[in-house]
């Protein structure tokens, strides 16, 4: 069965060509919204959605004897999300962490702490200078 090109476009310039209308998005905080604060985040996927646990860190300590510390992870909220709104939620954070640093430069993934120097052995020491 051949279609006939010729009524298939007189129809097709008959019918008005649906303008999109603009859609409005409005956002609204609940009563029961609240922020927080994270220092990390975990989690893992299904193949039905992605699961991120976003948390802080409290350190414990036992004393000064012990060398042993704990630190507790407390997970504050979990996000789950379908692998559609996971692959968003990617390409947004990759734009935004690109404008960040287009404006204040790379994200280090750690602060550098000051390495400590090994305290020198007798032998390496040297005569302290003018107090003798």
């Known amino acids: 069965m051949t279609e006939d090109v010729e009524s ?3 129809i097709e310039s ?3 060509k649906k303008v999109k209308k603009g859609i409005t998005i409005e956002f609204v905080k609940p009563e029961n919204f609240r922020q927080i604060y994270a220092i990390g985040a975990a989690g893992g996927h299904s193949p039905y ?3 991120i646990g976003f948390y802080n860190d409290t350190p414990k300590m036992f004393g000064e004897a012990s060398e042993s510390r704990v630190i ?6 979990e996000v789950i999300l379908s692998p559609v709104a996971a692959l968003e939620l ?4 990759t734009q935004h962490i690109n404008e960040y640093e ?3 430069g790379p994200i280090a993934r750690a602060i550098p702490r000051p ?4 305290a020198k052995s007798v032998d390496e020491s040297t005569d302290i200078q003018g107090y003798i």
């Open 90 to 93: 990617s390409r947004w954070l």
């Open 72 to 77: 507790q992870r407390c997970v504050e909220t």
């Open 115 to 118: 390495r400590k120097e090994p």
């Open 49 to 51: 959605d992605f699961r």
């Open 14 to 16: 008959a019918v008005p």
């Open 102 to 104: 287009s404006v204040f």
């Open 8 to 10: 298939r476009e007189n």
